[in-house]
């Protein structure tokens, strides 16, 4: 299994996380469960993101909002082809502070 982090990630609009979700044949609503954030995912892989970006809401008790496309931390898990398909159109499409290739740093 492959891991990679994203610090601080912004897709701009709701339109282009969107369109990762198509990439990655992943559904549009997200599960609320054990793994920190609003979880996208299928056989193949796992996406994980503090604020939803399509809603602009954080996953914690705090709920506060931010602009739509902004998904904060990302943690991306799943078999290395998918993995790397998800971190290559992140690090393309988005603004993010910071990438850790190798594992699931930020959430």
Do not use: C
């Amino acid at each position: 299994m492959k891991t990679v982090g994203f610090d601080h990630t912004d897709f701009n609009s709701e339109e282009n996380f969107k369109k990762l979700l198509n990439l990655l044949n992943l559904n549009e609503t997200p599960s609320l469960g054990t793994s920190g954030g609003f979880t996208y995912q299928n056989n193949d892989i796992k996406l994980i993101t503090l604020y939803n970006p399509l809603t602009g809401v954080r996953y914690d008790k705090n709920k506060s909002t931010h602009d739509l496309g902004f998904s904060g931390y990302i943690g991306l898990e799943g078999n290395s082809k998918s993995v790397k398909l998800a971190e290559s159109f992140i690090l393309n499409n988005t603004d993010y502070k910071d990438h850790n290739p190798t594992e699931r740093e930020f959430i």
